[in-house]
C-alpha cells in the first residue's frame, strides 16, 4: 500500500528565507508524486509532478522538488519566501499502475510567511 | 473560465436532511473524483468514475451516492445527513493516466447543524 508522510504540519518562516517543506513517500511501485497548495478557502493548486526523467522538477511560483529514490523522498523547496506563499501544501503521490487514479495525500504542512 | 466547477460552495443543512453538490468539468477528462478533507484538512477519495463507471469506492457509508450522467459530470448525493459529515468536500478530474495530475474545483463547504 502506499502511504505519504509530511514531516510538519506546521512551518513558520521569514520573509526571503529558504522554504523547505518534508514528504517522504512509501510506494512498493515507481511512485509518481505530487505537490499541491492550498489558499484559505480555495481548491487544490498543482505546484509541480514527479513522474520519470528529471529528478529535479521545476513548478510554480518558484517552487521545486527533487525525488530521490534511496532516501524515499520529494521535498519541496524555494529559495526565497514571499508573504503570497502563506497556504497549505499538500504532498501526493499516486501508483504506476494507477490503482483507479486515486491521489494518497499526505497530512499537510501550514506555511507562514513572517514579514 | 472554471475547468472543474462544483455547486454549491457553502451547504448548512439540518441533521436527517438529503442534499445533493454538483460537479462539472470542461477539461474533456474521462476520470472524476470525490475527495473529503475533513477539519484537520486531511484528504481522502471516495469515489472514483471512469468514463462513468465507478471504479473506486473507498468504504464510504452508502447513505453516500455517488451519480455520473456523463464523462463531464459527478454528482453526490447524501441522505440522512449527520453531524460527522460536516467537511469540504472537492470534485476533481484527470485523464485516466497515472502520471497526470488531477484538476480540482473549489470546495463546498458542508456544515450539518
Known amino acids: 500500500a502506499q502511504s505519504v508522510t509530511q514531516l510538519g504540519s506546521h512551518v513558520s518562516v521569514s520573509e526571503g528565507a529558504l522554504v523547505l517543506l518534508r514528504c517522504n513517500y512509501s510506494s512498493s511501485v515507481p511512485p509518481y508524486l505530487f505537490w499541491y497548495v492550498q489558499y484559505p478557502n480555495q481548491g487544490l493548486q498543482l505546484l509541480l509532478k514527479y513522474t520519470t526523467g528529471a529528478t529535479l522538477v521545476k513548478g510554480i511560483n518558484g517552487f521545486e522538488a527533487e525525488f530521490k529514490k534511496s532516501e524515499t523522498s520529494f521535498h519541496l523547496t524555494k529559495p526565497s519566501a514571499h508573504m503570497s506563499d502563506a497556504a497549505e501544501y499538500f504532498c501526493?503521490?499516486?501508483?504506476?499502475?494507477?490503482?483507479?487514479?486515486?491521489?494518497?495525500f499526505g497530512q499537510g504542512t501550514e506555511l507562514s510567511v513572517k514579514p | 473560465d472554471t475547468a472543474v466547477s462544483q455547486t454549491p460552495k457553502y451547504l448548512v443543512t439540518q441533521m436527517g436532511n438529503d442534499k445533493s453538490i454538483k460537479c462539472e468539468q470542461n477539461l474533456g477528462h474521462d476520470t472524476m473524483y470525490w475527495y473529503k478533507q475533513d477539519s484537520k484538512k486531511f484528504l481522502k477519495i471516495m469515489f472514483s468514475y471512469n468514463n462513468k463507471e465507478l471504479i473506486i469506492n473507498e468504504t464510504v457509508p452508502n447513505r453516500f451516492s455517488p451519480k455520473s450522467p456523463d464523462k463531464a459530470h459527478l454528482n453526490l448525493h447524501i441522505n440522512s445527513l449527520e453531524l460527522g459529515d460536516s467537511a469540504v468536500y472537492f470534485c476533481?478530474?484527470?485523464?485516466?493516466?497515472?502520471?497526470?495530475?488531477?484538476?480540482f474545483g473549489q470546495g463546498t463547504r458542508l456544515t450539518v447543524v
Open positions: 476533481a478530474s484527470s485523464l485516466g493516466r497515472a502520471n497526470t495530475e488531477a484538476f
Open positions: 501526493a503521490v499516486r501508483n504506476g499502475r494507477n490503482q483507479g487514479g486515486k491521489l494518497i
